[in-house]
């Protein structure tokens, strides 16, 4: 769920306001968590990283994240969202295999390999929810609650997966 929230905001806001959207719930979710002050550096920063990265993919590409007019209409534009949603993908899941393989001390591809063979499809599904949600929102704000059940659905169906993933490990 918090990937297409992110992703809709790069694409309506753009990467400083998207940094602060999943920092901010990132921080309080892990402090409510009881979680160490290094697990809460950690996913605080990974999502930081993430997202602020993946915003810069847009501007990078010359795209204005607050029109969608470019995103939708042009080459140019699918290509920067490409960009995009690769670059938000291998960032957030490669930073989470990399600490993974530094504690276990095995290899980062194989460590990166294990944890996401299963969750690819879901995830992909989830940053096109995010698209789809902010180009909905300039549309008619009340179409989100329609796409917010989609969310939840997706949500529960990664996370399941995840688990499971876990559990036969």
């Given at each position: 769920?918090?990937?297409?929230v992110y992703i809709?905001?790069l694409?309506?806001s753009?990467?400083?306001?998207?940094v602060?959207v999943g920092?901010?719930?990132?921080?309080?979710?892990?402090?409510l968590r009881?979680?160490?002050?290094?697990?809460?550096?950690f996913n605080?920063?990974?999502?930081?990283?993430t997202?602020?990265?993946?915003?810069?993919?847009?501007?990078?590409?010359?795209?204005?994240?607050?029109s969608f007019?470019?995103?939708?209409?042009?080459?140019?534009?699918?290509?920067?969202?490409?960009?995009?949603?690769?670059?938000?993908?291998?960032?957030?899941?490669g930073?989470?295999?990399?600490?993974l393989?530094?504690?276990?001390g095995?290899s980062?591809?194989?460590?990166?390999k294990?944890?996401?063979?299963?969750?690819?499809l879901?995830y992909?599904?989830m940053?096109?929810v995010?698209?789809?949600a902010?180009?909905?929102?300039?549309?008619?704000?009340?179409?989100?609650?329609?796409?917010?059940?989609?969310?939840?659905?997706?949500d529960?169906?990664?996370k399941?997966?995840?688990?499971?993933?876990?559990?036969?490990r």
């Amino acid at each position: 769920l918090s990937s297409a929230v992110y992703i809709a905001s790069l694409l309506l806001s753009g990467p400083a306001v998207a940094v602060i959207v999943g920092a901010i719930p990132a921080l309080l979710s892990q402090v409510l968590r009881r979680k160490s002050p290094l697990k809460i550096a950690f996913n605080v920063g990974q999502y930081v990283l993430t997202i602020g990265l993946s915003g810069a993919f847009l501007i990078g590409t010359g795209t204005d994240p607050h029109s969608f007019e470019v995103f939708i209409g042009s080459a140019g534009g699918a290509a920067a969202l490409l960009a995009m949603f690769v670059s938000y993908f291998l960032l957030n899941t490669g930073l989470v295999a990399l600490v993974l393989a530094i504690v276990k001390g095995a290899s980062f591809l194989d460590v990166w390999k294990m944890g996401n063979k299963e969750v690819v499809l879901p995830y992909v599904g989830m940053l096109n929810v995010g698209l789809v949600a902010a180009i909905l929102w300039t549309v008619s704000p009340f179409a989100e609650v329609v796409l917010f059940l989609l969310l939840i659905v997706l949500d529960l169906v990664m996370k399941t997966t995840w688990e499971l993933n876990v559990e036969t490990r």
